[in-house]
């Protein structure tokens, strides 16, 4: 047998970072089913159960995170790595968002180009659209950040890359890290929006010249620049090594038990996929939450996927949240610049620690 299984879930929400305009809808979105495999032949973990038709990327879909200066110090490390590999080359940023990152290079000298079917500005350097091989777009340098993992077929998608290239130039990939999440029990990055979860140890096999790979923010983030020239999926010589999830990967949901008693507010603090899946699960465990706070004004005063929580400004929230209430931190990377907004008074719960 090809692929080996190691996870079910039922009735996940299929997006995580899209906002509705009601507690209703957000309650009543589409749910979908998670059935995590390992393909043996090229080591990647993948959703076997995922429908592509049930995601529908669009202005509602809000996954930016340039607000955070921990952030941005992140993205200032990419546009470094872009500067030092990617010299005297046009930047074509496949999956761009809402641009911001292009902005960035642009202003940094770069020629760039830009493609989302999401992107809701007018610069004319984006095109919104989705991505195909005869769309016109050759030569240069590939960027594709945080957008293999939503590719239901990855390997098809990177061999379309290749032929818009002509066979040449370099692709920047960037991906969750499948370890991280397995060493932090990190169950809250498992939702139905990545279908494919990638190792560093397999990424680097699918180029026979990988010009540069590592680890990034805090090691939540592996990377990979490859010469596309070189890319070659029917490696014989792949080495995978076999995936299993312990059996204490859900051991954190046991905090949603232990804290029912205890009085006084509880709110997450991060509106993202990991929020919104911990959102989830706490409203299928019968533990209350009262709101959701982010820092983007694009998710503000929203609702989200799944747990049907509003989600409010930090301003709004302090004028709510009491000594000692709870505020349940997504991403322990953000916990400085959390607690510098929301001040000591809170109670905070980095639930990736």
Not at 78 to 106: A, Q
Request: glycine fraction near 10%.
């Amino acid at each position: 047998m090809r692929e080996c299984g190691l996870l079910n879930l039922s009735k996940m929400p299929v997006f995580q970072n899209k906002m509705y305009p009601d507690r209703l809808s957000a309650l009543n979105c589409a749910v979908g089913e998670i059935t995590l495999v390992q393909d043996h032949l090229t080591g990647l973990i993948h959703n076997a159960a995922f429908d592509p038709t049930l995601l529908v990327y669009d202005e509602y879909y809000q996954n930016e995170q340039a607000n955070s200066c921990f952030f941005q110090a992140h993205i200032n490390d990419v546009i470094n790595k872009i500067e030092k590999y990617f010299t005297d080359s046009k930047v074509i940023e496949i999956g761009c968002g809402k641009g911001h990152f292009l902005e960035l290079l642009k202003a940094k000298g770069f020629d760039v180009l830009g493609i989302d079917p999401a992107y809701e500005g007018s610069a004319d350097y984006i095109v919104k659209s989705e991505f195909s091989s005869n769309m016109g777009v050759s030569g240069g340098c590939f960027v594709l950040r945080h957008v293999l993992e939503h590719i239901s077929s990855p390997f098809d998608f990177l061999y379309s890359i290749k032929q818009a290239s002509g066979g040449i130039g370099r692709i920047y990939i960037e991906v969750p890290c499948f370890d991280w999440i397995l060493e932090h029990r990190a169950w809250f990055d498992i939702f139905y929006e990545h279908v494919n979860y990638f190792r560093l140890s397999d990424l680097t096999q699918y180029f026979g010249h990988v010009i540069d790979s590592g680890k990034m923010f805090g090691g939540q983030y592996i990377y990979i620049i490859g010469d596309l020239a070189t890319l070659n999926l029917n490696n014989q010589q792949m080495k995978i090594n076999r995936v299993t999830i312990p059996n204490v990967f859900f051991s954190g949901l046991d905090i949603l038990k232990t804290q029912t008693n205890l009085t006084g507010k509880r709110v997450i603090w991060g509106a993202g996929a990991k929020g919104a899946t911990f959102g989830h699960y706490a409203r299928l465990s019968g533990y209350l939450l009262d709101f959701v706070v982010d820092i983007n004004p694009a998710k503000q005063d929203k609702f989200m996927a799944g747990s049907g929580l509003e989600v409010l400004s930090p301003d709004a929230a302090l004028e709510i949240l009491n000594d000692g209430d709870q505020v349940f931190v997504m991403n322990s990377n953000y916990l400085d610049e959390i607690t510098l907004l929301g001040g000591e008074k809170l109670t905070y719960i980095c639930i990736d620690k």
